[in-house]
C-alpha cells in the first residue's frame, strides 16, 4: 500500500534553515509527482511546490520562491522540502503529497490522492 | 486571501442536505481545469473526496457529490452524518501571467448540529 512517511517535528529560530524529508512506499517512485502543501494553526491549506522525482525539476509557488528548495534521492525514495529564512509566520505542519489519481481508465493530474502524516515545524525565539 | 472562495462555515441538522460552494475565475474554474474536493477531520491529513469536479475514489459514500459550472463548484451532502463534522477544501489550477500552479479554497467548517 501506497505510503508517505515524514520526517518528525522540528523547533527553529527566525533565520534558521529547516529540511524535512517524505520517504515514498508502495509505488512507483518516480512515475508520480509529489507535492508539498502546509497548514498553518487553525488555517488552510496553503500549496508550495511540486517536484518530479523523475527528472528532479521543481515548480514552486511565487510566495516561496528564492526561500524554498525541493529535492528528491531516488535510490531512498525520499523527497525533501527545505525553507530558509524562517519567520514565526512559518509555523505550520508541512504535508508532502502525491499528485494524481486514476480510476477507469482516466488519470488526473494536479490532484492529490496520498498524504503524509505532517511535520509540524515551529518557529520560535 | 485565496484565489477559490468558499464560506467559512455551514451547519445542518442529521438527515438534511448542505451544499458548499467554491468560486473561482477565468484563470482557474472559468478556464476548464478540474476541481477536486478534500474532508479534513480534526488532527488528520485531508482526504479526497470528490476529483474531477464530480467523481468519488472508491469508498466516498455516495452522499457525497460534486458539480461545476463557469467559474464555480460545489460540494453537496445529503443525509448528514455527524462523521461528516469536518473541514471541507476545495482545489484546482491556476494559470496566469504569474504563473500556473495548484490552488486551493480557504476552507468551509461544516458543523453537524
Known amino acids: 500500500q501506497v505510503q508517505l512517511v515524514q520526517s518528525g517535528a522540528e523547533v527553529k529560530k527566525p533565520g534558521a534553515s529547516v529540511k524535512v524529508s517524505c520517504k515514498a512506499s508502495g509505488y512507483t517512485f518516480t512515475s508520480y509527482y509529489m507535492h508539498w502543501v502546509r497548514q498553518a494553526p487553525g488555517q488552510g491549506l496553503e500549496w508550495m511546490g511540486i517536484?518530479?522525482?523523475?527528472?528532479?525539476?521543481?515548480s514552486y509557488a511565487q510566495k516561496f520562491q528564492g526561500r524554498v528548495t525541493m529535492t528528491r534521492d531516488t535510490s531512498t525514495s525520499t523527497v525533501y522540502m527545505e525553507l530558509s529564512s524562517l519567520r514565526s509566520e512559518d509555523t505550520a505542519v508541512y504535508y508532502c503529497?502525491?499528485?494524481?489519481?486514476?480510476?477507469?481508465?482516466?488519470?488526473?493530474?494536479?490532484?492529490?490522492?496520498?498524504w503524509g502524516q505532517g511535520t509540524l515545524v515551529t518557529v520560535s525565539s | 486571501q485565496s484565489v477559490l472562495t468558499q464560506p467559512p462555515s455551514v451547519s445542518g441538522a442529521p438527515g438534511q442536505r448542505v451544499t458548499i460552494s467554491c468560486t473561482g475565475s477565468?484563470?482557474?474554474?472559468?478556464?476548464?481545469?478540474?476541481v477536486h474536493w478534500y474532508q479534513q477531520l480534526p488532527g488528520t491529513a485531508p482526504k479526497l473526496l470528490i476529483y474531477?469536479?464530480?467523481n468519488r475514489p472508491s469508498g466516498v459514500p455516495d452522499r457525497f457529490s460534486g458539480s461545476k459550472s463557469g467559474t464555480s463548484a460545489s460540494l453537496a451532502i445529503t443525509g448528514l452524518q455527524a462523521e461528516d463534522e469536518a473541514d471541507y477544501y476545495c482545489q484546482s489550477y491556476d494559470s496566469s501571467l504569474s504563473g500556473s500552479h495548484v490552488v486551493f479554497g480557504g476552507g468551509t467548517k461544516l458543523t453537524v448540529l
Open positions: 477565468s484563470s482557474n474554474i472559468g478556464a476548464g481545469y478540474d
Open positions: 503529497a502525491r499528485d494524481g489519481y486514476c480510476s477507469g481508465g482516466s488519470c488526473y493530474s494536479d490532484v492529490i490522492d496520498y
Open positions: 517536484i518530479n522525482p523523475s527528472g528532479g525539476s521543481t
Open positions: 474531477g469536479n464530480s
